[in-house]
């Protein structure tokens, strides 16, 4: 099993960023905790971070069934703004679980809703570092249930 890991604008700035809000941990702390779930559930993970709508959707329509089996995504500010994100993972046709490091509804209005959340398998939000592997164990899941002919 092969999953896409996608880190989405200013996530590249954790740990100096907002740390009352985004917590102290770095990118590189998650991506390592990230690789280390993976090896232990004998998933494979290729992980990539941009701040580029262009990139990220690049990414996405570069990664077909058969290449990757999912997607752990978290789009960060473009999942707020980004109706071309939303066509690009429902073109994938893979299934994707959203993630966030912090608990967006209990941020500004305009945090509360993703235009993505409502086509993914699942959203994971507000646990910090653990909002990704959550949502990476979900998607698994998810992908294993998928492949067993059952409804996840």
């Known amino acids: 099993m092969k999953v ?3 880190h989405g604008p200013n996530l590249n700035m954790l740990g100096l960023r907002e740390p ?18 993976a090896e232990e559930l004998s ?8 701040n580029s709508e262009t990139a990220l959707i690049e990414a996405i329509q570069g990664s077909p069934e058969g290449q990757f089996d999912g997607i752990l995504i ?35 209005p305009f945090r509360h809703k993703t235009y993505i959340s409502s086509v993914a398998a699942g959203v994971v939000i507000g646990f910090g570092l653990q909002s990704y592997l959550l949502g990476l164990s979900g998607l698994i899941a998810t992908i294993a249930d998928k492949a067993q002919g059952r409804a996840g």
Do not use: C, M, W
Request: charged share 15%.
């Open 4 to 6: 896409l890991v996608l």
């Open 74 to 108: 978290n789009p960060a500010a473009y999942g707020h703004t980004s109706i071309a994100l939303r066509d690009a993972l429902l073109a994938s046709a893979l299934p994707f679980v959203e993630v966030h490091i912090s608990n967006t509804f209990a941020r500004e």
């Open 20 to 37: 009352s809000v985004y917590g102290k941990a770095t990118l590189d702390d998650i991506n390592q905790q990230i690789q280390a779930l």
């Open 43 to 50: 998933v494979e993970v290729a992980i990539f971070q941009t």
